[in-house]
C-alpha cells in the first residue's frame, strides 16, 4: 500500500512540535535502531543521552542535572509525580496544580492513585494564595507551569516552590513547551531561580528536535533513584524510565538540535518567533479581537464568530482554549508570511 503524505507544516498554526532541524533530522535516522533502554548494549546512544542530560541542565540553569530523554512531556509530568509520591511518607497523598496544568498531570494522578487538587488561576497564571489553601501535609508535589499549554504564561515559580518547602513536597515545573524560550526572557523558572526539584522540558516541542523526545531534569540522584527498579536480565542493574525499549533516535536527535542551536540558534528564534506573536497579536486587536496580551510566542483571541471550521477547509490547523478562544502557537515553521495569508484569510470572513 501507498503510504499518504505526512501533514506539511504550511498552514499548521495548532501544533506544539515543529520541524526538526536539519542536524535533528539526520541523526534521528542515523540512530533509529538504537535503544538507550539497553545501555549495555547501545553503548553510545547511552552516551549520548548523559550528554542530553547536560545539555539541558545547561538551558534549565542545573550544573550537574541528573535526568533522562523520555518519550515526552507526559511521561516527563507521570515520573515527577512519581518521584513525589515514593519519596514522601504519607498513605494518602495529594498533588496541587493551578487549573491551567496540562492534562497529563491528571493521567499522572489517576496512574498513580495520587489526589489531584487544582487551584483556580488568576490571570492565566498560578494564584499562590489559591495553590496555599490546598496544600497540605500530604502533599507531595506543588506544580508550576513555566510556558502554559493554552496562553504560554509562566506561573512564579520561586513562590510555588517556597509553598512546597513549607510542607516539605517537591516542587515540579512544566517547562515541557517554554523551556527552549524561557532563557531568553527575564522569568524566574529554572534551577538557578528557585528551589526547584523536578523539571519537564521537551526537546520535540520548541526544542526542535525529531519526536519522541521529552525531558525530565531533576536535581540530584537520589530523587531519580525514588524511579529505580532491578532490571534482571539486562547488564545494567537497574531503570528508571517509565518505558522500557526506548527510541534512541529522541535522543540523538535531541543531542543534534541542542549541539546546533544552544543558545544562539535558540535565541534567534525565540527572537522571530516573539516578534510574529506580537505582530499577530497587533494584527487581531486592530480588527476588533479581544487578545490575550502574549507573553511567550502563542497568541490566544476571541474571535466571536465560530470560524475554526471555515478556517480548516481552507486548510489551516488552528486550536482553541477551553474558553474557546482561538489559539495561534508560534512555533519556528510558523513565518510571518504565513501568519500574513492568514490574517488575510481571516479578513475574508
Ligand atoms: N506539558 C505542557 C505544558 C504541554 O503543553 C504538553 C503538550 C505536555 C506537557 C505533554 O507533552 P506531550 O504531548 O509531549 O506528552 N501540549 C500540547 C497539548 O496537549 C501537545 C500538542 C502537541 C498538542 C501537538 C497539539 C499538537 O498538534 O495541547
Not at 226 to 250: D, N
Not at 298 to 318: F, I, K, N, Y
Not at 332 to 340: A, I, K, N, Q, Y
Amino acid at each position: 500500500m501507498q503510504l499518504a503524505e505526512p501533514q506539511d507544516f504550511e498552514r499548521v498554526l495548532s501544533s506544539m512540535c515543529t520541524e526538526p532541524h536539519p542536524a535533528a533530522r539526520e541523526a534521528a535516522e542515523r540512530f533509529l535502531a538504537t535503544n538507550p533502554g539497553d545501555p549495555g548494549t547501545y553503548e553510545s546512544v547511552a552516551a549520548l543521552e548523559d550528554r542530553a542530560v547536560d545539555l539541558l541542565g545547561e538551558v534549565t540553569g542545573h550544573p550537574d542535572p541528573e535526568g533522562y530523554v523520555a518519550s515526552g512531556g507526559t511521561e516527563a509530568n507521570i515520573q515527577a509525580v512519581r518521584i513525589a509520591r515514593n519519596r514522601a511518607d504519607t498513605d494518602d497523598p495529594n498533588v496541587v496544580a493551578p487549573a491551567s496544568a496540562h492534562f497529563s498531570f491528571t493521567k499522572a494522578a489517576d496512574v498513580l492513585d495520587v489526589e489531584y487538587r487544582t487551584a483556580p488561576t488568576t490571570g492565566h497564571r498560578a494564584d499562590p494564595d489559591a495553590m496555599a489553601e490546598l496544600v497540605d501535609e500530604d502533599t507531595v508535589c506543588v506544580v508550576g507551569v513555566a510556558g502554559s499549554t493554552e496562553y504560554g504564561y509562566v506561573d512564579p515559580i520561586p513562590e510555588l516552590a517556597a509553598i512546597a518547602g513549607e510542607v516539605d513536597a517537591l516542587c515540579h515545573v512544566d517547562a515541557a513547551w517554554g523551556g527552549f524560550v524561557l532563557p531568553f526572557t527575564d522569568h524566574e523558572w529554572g534551577f538557578d531561580d528557585a528551589d526547584v526539584d523536578t523539571l519537564t522540558i521537551d526537546p520535540h516541542k520548541m526544542g526542535q528536535a525529531a519526536i519522541p523526545a521529552g525531558g525530565l531534569v531533576v536535581r540530584d540522584r537520589s530523587l531519580l533513584d525514588e524511579l529505580a527498579i532491578r532490571t534482571p536480565y539486562l547488564e545494567s542493574t537497574s531503570q528508571v524510565t517509565l518505558t522500557g525499549t526506548r527510541s534512541g533516535a529522541g535522543v540523538a536527535s535531541a543531542v543534534a538540535a541542542m549541539e546546533a542551536l544552544w543558545p544562539e540558534g535558540y535565541r534567534e528564534q525565540y527572537d522571530r518567533s516573539m516578534d510574529n506573536a506580537e505582530w499577530l497579536a497587533d494584527q487581531l486587536a486592530a480588527r476588533g479581537h479581544d487578545v490575550v496580551e502574549p507573553d511567550l510566542p502563542l497568541v490566544a483571541a476571541d474571535l466571536s464568530v465560530p470560524m475554526t471550521e471555515e478556517l480548516r477547509s481552507r486548510g489551516w490547523r488552528v486550536a482553541k482554549t477551553g474558553a474557546d478562544e482561538m489559539r495561534v502557537v508560534c512555533m519556528p515553521h510558523v513565518t510571518r508570511s504565513m501568519l500574513r495569508s492568514f490574517v488575510a484569510d481571516l479578513d475574508w470572513y
